[in-house]
């Protein structure tokens, strides 16, 4: 396997391993009837935390919210997948709300230099957050194939697209290359993995490499982004959304497989992503914290708070 390209059948986009992506209606129905799971609370409160500066040779990562990150260096600021929205959903009367607030309000929000964008799946690409950060910042869009158009619509114009091992260079002088990754993208019935998913390899300015993996489900992939682009300084995984497992399998991976994740990437340090925020799947909301700390041991896979900064250096 390589990094690319992405391999398409009929016009849509395939995994890495020449699958299709997702789940079958049939199954869709059946998870559906399952029913919601465990029940999450209505609301946590935040605790406040200081928000310190990046200095020379230094990352600054505050984790915002599910897999909305803030990334500083003293040259470059970075939003992976911005979503300020109390919603993840087409509407903004239903669909999963969040049950805490972004950790850094919008007011407080440093000018974004560039958005790196995993895929099209309304948790991930926010159509109202995306356009405010327009209007105020216009910052740079790094995001897959097929969603330049898209944003274009909303009013969004310029972004660059990507198809899997192919680079970027961003603002500041870092360079974002696009990682594969099994899932899938769309955002209505009709258009199921027209546009492509993944994550970003990141090499910013003073050599720190950092992976946003995205959303993906386990697969030999992870180890090729590891051997081509790695090792990483840290990584980016996802630890929530896995329950009921028969059928997320098709496209998150568990708290287990993402310390194994970690290990496939070459990481020397994992920040879990993905998790406490939206209620998606069965699970409680506190089990994926509580799988990853029996299953870590000796890793350094570290769980921010939300509005909590970890301050990493390269090599440290």
Request: no cysteine; charged share 30%; aromatic share 4%.
């Given at each position: 396997m390589t990094l690319g390209p992405a391999p398409r059948r009929d016009g849509r986009f395939l995994n890495p391993d020449g699958s299709r992506g997702g789940q079958s209606f049939r199954n869709l129905v059946r998870m559906i009837r399952e029913g919601g799971g465990t029940p999450w609370p209505a609301r946590i409160e935040n605790t406040p935390y200081p928000?310190?500066?990046p200095g020379p040779g230094e990352v600054a990562i505050t984790n915002i919210g599910h897999a909305t990150f803030l990334?500083?260096?003293?040259e470059v600021t970075l939003l992976t997948d911005p979503i300020w929205s109390a919603r993840c959903s087409p509407v903004g009367w239903a669909g999963p709300r969040?049950?805490?607030d972004p950790g850094l309000a919008w007011d407080a929000l440093p000018k974004i230099d560039a958005v790196l964008l995993s895929h099209a799946h309304y948790d991930h690409m926010d159509r109202p957050t995306l356009r405010r950060l327009h209007r105020r910042?216009?910052?740079?869009?790094?995001?897959?194939?097929?969603?330049?158009?898209?944003?274009a619509r909303w009013g969004i114009p310029g972004a660059t697209e990507l198809d899997w091992g192919q680079s970027t260079t961003l603002p500041g002088g870092a360079v974002a290359t696009f990682t594969p990754a099994r899932h899938f993208a769309a955002r209505t019935p009709f258009d199921h993995s027209r546009s492509l998913w993944g994550g970003f390899a990141l090499e910013l300015p003073g050599g720190f490499r950092l992976c946003f993996v995205g959303d993906t489900a386990w697969g030999s992939h992870l180890s090729v982004i590891g051997e081509t682009l790695g090792p990483f300084d840290a990584a980016l995984i996802p630890i929530g959304a896995y329950e009921p497992h028969w059928f997320m399998q098709a496209v998150h991976i568990t708290p287990e497989?993402?310390?194994e994740a970690q290990q496939a990437l070459r990481a020397r340090t994992a920040i879990a992503m993905h998790h406490g925020v939206f209620k998606l799947t069965q699970e409680a909301i506190d089990e994926p914290v509580l799988r990853?700390?029996?299953s870590k041991k000796s890793a350094d896979f570290r769980n921010p708070d939300v509005g909590e900064t970890l301050l990493l250096r390269r090599g440290t």
């Open positions: 928000r310190p500066e990334i500083r260096t003293p969040r049950v805490r910042d216009a910052p740079f869009i790094a995001t897959g194939l097929g969603n330049r158009a898209r944003l497989q993402a310390v990853l700390q029996k």
